[in-house]
């Protein structure tokens, strides 16, 4: 597995979790580095990236509660996520582009992916 997704679990709304994703991929190939996420029913969603220099971009529905950011000697990007909501509940997956990635929020854009961490936000 060359990317390696974990941190997800079981939290309460409001509560606060934070995803690591972990990848034996070259830096290259990785340039960009994003989450989706997969709710039941529905089909997966983009919700963050971040370059190499670490400028990042969001969906609109988790600005202000998400962050983003990557360990670059550790080939390791995290998700942060606060004031969680039950609506926030899916699998969580980390995805890589490479520098063509950046701006896009397309899953076919994101050649490789790592398996994904499931976020249960309870009411």
């Known amino acids: 597995v060359q990317l390696q997704a974990s941190g997800g679990g079981l939290v309460q709304a409001g509560g606060s979790l934070r995803l690591s994703c972990a990848t034996s991929k070259s830096a290259l190939s990785m340039a960009i580095m994003g989450w989706f996420r997969q709710a039941p029913g529905k089909e997966r969603e983009f919700v963050a990236a971040?370059?190499?220099?670490?400028?990042?971009y969001y969906t609109d529905s988790v600005k202000g509660r998400f962050t983003i950011s990557r360990d670059n000697d550790k080939n390791t990007v995290f998700l942060q996520m606060i004031s969680l909501k039950p609506e926030d509940t899916a699998v969580y997956y980390c995805?890589?582009?490479?520098?063509?990635?950046?701006?896009?929020?397309?899953?076919?854009?994101?050649?490789?992916w790592g398996q994904g961490t499931l976020v249960t936000v309870s009411s």
């Open positions: 971040i370059n190499w220099n670490g400028e990042t």
């Open positions: 995805a890589g582009a490479g520098p063509a990635g950046w701006g896009r929020r397309d899953q076919a854009d994101f050649p490789s």
